[in-house]
Nanobody, 124 residues
């Protein structure tokens, strides 16, 4: 079992930045691919970014490429999402996820473990 707890959400102005964190506990964190999804009001949950267990490879949704950066610190059992140049359309609940597989499965969204989410609101 892996427990994921997100933090770092909040209210930020258009063009601002935030860094989300996801602390993992339970099974060996470093053996899992980690990533982020988001769900805006009235919309389906969508993939944002993922990172291989080693940190050597990353995936991003087209909508966040060049603005968001995912990273991980296996010594701290934590994955991060740095979000720059935020836009009102980035407003959503952001969820951390873990899966033993890294690849196209992340675009499909069927992950092994999920956090409860943290709200990010970008005001215009």
């Amino acid at each position: 079992q892996v427990r994921l707890v997100e933090s770092g959400g909040g209210l930020v102005q258009d063009g601002g930045s935030l860094r989300l964190s996801c602390a993992a506990s339970g099974r060996t964190f470093s053996s899992y691919a980690m990533g982020w999804f988001r769900q805006a009001p009235g919309k389906e949950r969508e993939f944002v970014a993922a990172i291989r267990w080693s940190g050597g490879s990353t995936l991003y949704a087209d909508s966040v490429k060049g603005r968001f950066t995912i990273s991980r610190d296996n010594a701290k059992n934590t994955v991060y999402l740095r979000m720059n140049s935020l836009k009102p359309e980035d407003t959503a609940v952001y969820y951390c996820a873990a899966d033993q597989i890294y690849g196209s499965n992340w675009y499909q969204g069927s992950m092994d473990y999920w956090g409860k989410g943290t709200l990010v609101t970008v005001s215009s």
